[in-house]
């Protein structure tokens, strides 16, 4: 049987240009949505780059409208009249100096929802500036801080307009949430300038703490790049002891002799603040990765599960069997350049089929999500940001952790803005799901919720009996979440997935750096203090306060 699209019957209008309103009206159309593209007279800019244009527009209907003739405003309120959305991206005040409202609008149609996406906001004294991404990206400080604390450097990746797009959707997304209750629809607002202070979280937490740092390659074995012996390079991701141990399995190290990391002893971890450990394993790592090719790398890591990936170059990833197996690319047929094969939908929603109860009510109607409940099962980045959002816009979100705390709360002493810039908006509960009684309990939380989000490696919540079928088992009505390094099925599936290691895997460091390793894209900070001997960080050093803050707020 042939489902229906998730969004089949939902209108979107789309009145933009280049990247962040045309790629968030492209993520409603890869779900289902009928997505109408109003270009000025000549078309979006973004046409004399047919490949660019393409990727950004995907399964849309595109229709040339003169806005500033009367005709042309008549057409598009037409258009609008039909729509359960309009997103764009035009300076602010250029739809309303050309009629076209969406305060009005919206008292026409009290259903439409409406999104704006601007380069500095829609008030104060950079509104009307020019919004091009380096400009953005220098003034929102994304070239000193994200990437380095000194020397400004230019990315070529338009991350401005990808999250601003991304905040787009999801706001747009919550709106027409609000809308099924109220019967009315709402603006939504956000920038590129918003987006890049989002992504360049860790430079704000830590403004006035400690300096941000960058290594080129990083100064310390756990998150470095190693050369092997055909001039390649591998990825080595920070990422707990366990991985760290696997690691040292890995290349032959002992795990529990002088190269082995506690992350959860501040005494083990200030290791990391010796410049003789440093070297002495950055040395040993260096000499046992430049033994070997990084295809011979590649194939050990079949065997084992570290956090470790090979440098692949773009087109290695293209034809790599872990994209094919996950469908991660579509062909577009494109009138200038014929048969094109892109990026296809980075989200991908199934629907089993199976009764529907009703919609849970929590706490107050307050914001968009207001009356929804999530449990958030993940960690790290991904799916605590996910989530975090989700409870920013007025969801009533349940963190749940094991007694020791998940991986981003392990490694406060030295990163404390991963787990607290996470995991704001929430509430906390401490489940050791091992236990009978503590499995039967999420169950329980489960069964009242909308939302479960979670980001574990594949298989893990099975063989805890907690897996999707489980879940919804108890729930059929959930909305099962998850963000999966590098899929859910092929060779890789099972491999853990930092965000550097998925840089390298996917030959983002590879275009980054013209065909050789590019400084990598991280801001460091000092480490927990070397002479301290007990497992709890220094009484006196920030980060240790910052454990005890998210302690408490963990116990309420």
């Not at 230019?154 to 307009?161: K, L, N």
């Not at 009533?396 to 007694?403: I, M, Q, R, T």
Request: hydrophobic share 40%.
């Amino acid at each position: 049987m042939t489902r229906e699209p998730l969004l089949a019957g939902l209108r979107i209008v789309e009145i933009g240009q280049y990247i962040a309103a045309p790629f968030a009206a492209t993520l409603f159309a890869d779900q289902g949505a009928e997505v109408v593209k109003i270009e000025r007279p000549g078309g979006d800019p973004y046409r004399a780059d047919p490949a660019r244009f393409a990727a950004w527009n995907r399964g849309k209907t595109c229709v040339v409208i003169d806005l500033a003739t009367a005709e042309g405003r008549a057409e598009a309120r037409a258009l609008i009249a039909t729509a359960d959305a309009v997103i764009e991206n035009l300076r602010p005040g250029v739809l309303a100096r050309l009629g076209l409202s969406f305060a009005d609008l919206r008292a026409q149609h009290p259903g439409l929802v409406t999104c704006s996406i601007s380069a500095y906001g829609c008030t104060g004294p950079a509104r009307d500036d020019p919004g091009w991404e380096p400009l953005v990206h220098a003034r929102a400080g994304a070239q000193q801080g994200m990437f380095t604390a000194d020397q400004p450097i230019w990315m070529p990746f338009p991350m401005a307009s990808i999250g601003a797009a991304l905040l787009a959707v999801l706001g747009t997304g919550a709106a027409l949430v609000k809308r099924e209750n109220t019967g009315y629809g709402q603006h939504v607002e956000t920038s590129l300038f918003d987006a890049l202070l989002f992504l360049n979280a860790a430079a704000i937490f830590h403004r006035e703490h400690r300096r941000l740092s960058i290594g080129r390659p990083a100064n310390t074995p756990v998150l470095h790049t190693y050369e092997t012996s055909d001039g390649r390079s591998m990825q080595l991701n920070l990422s707990g002891t366990e991985r760290w141990r696997e690691v040292c399995r890995l290349v032959g190290l002992d795990p529990d002799g002088e190269c082995g990391l506690d992350f959860g002893s501040a005494e083990s971890l200030g290791r990391l603040s010796s410049r003789e450990w440093i070297h002495r394993v950055l040395d040993e790592l260096t000499t046992r990765f430049g033994q070997r090719t990084a295809d011979e790398w590649e194939q050990a890591l079949l065997a084992s599960p570290a956090a470790v990936a090979k440098c692949n170059t773009l087109e290695e990833w293209l034809a790599h069997e872990q994209a094919q197996a996950n469908d991660v690319f579509t062909q577009v047929d494109d009138p200038a350049l014929g048969p094109l094969r892109l990026a296809g939908p980075p989200v991908r929603v199934r629907a089993d089929d199976g009764p529907r109860g009703k919609v849970r009510r929590h706490g107050s109607e307050g914001g968009a999500l207001g009356g929804h409940r999530v449990i958030d099962m993940s960690s790290f980045w991904a799916g605590p940001l996910a989530a975090r959002l989700l409870g920013e816009l007025g969801a009533d979100v349940v963190k749940v952790e094991p007694p020791q705390g998940e991986g981003a709360y392990q490694l406060m002493p030295v990163l404390p803005n991963i787990y607290v810039d996470g995991n704001r908006s929430k509430r906390g509960v401490t489940l050791d799901l091992r236990a009978d009684e503590d499995r039967q309990r999420l169950l329980d939380l489960v069964a009242a919720a909308d939302v479960v989000v979670e980001n574990a490696v594949a298989g893990t919540w099975e063989r805890l009996d907690l897996g999707e079928a489980d879940l919804r088992a108890v729930n059929p009505s959930l909305v099962y979440s998850r963000a999966k390094g590098f899929g859910l099925c092929g060779p890789l599936a099972s491999r853990p997935a930092f965000d550097y290691v998925v840089q390298a895997a996917t030959g983002m460091v590879m275009t980054q750096g013209g065909g050789r390793p590019q400084a990598m894209n991280f801001t460091a900070t000092t480490t927990a203090p070397a002479s301290t001997s007990r497992r709890e960080p220094c009484s006196r050093c920030w980060p240790a306060r910052a454990v005890r803050r998210s302690r408490r707020w963990k116990a309420r």
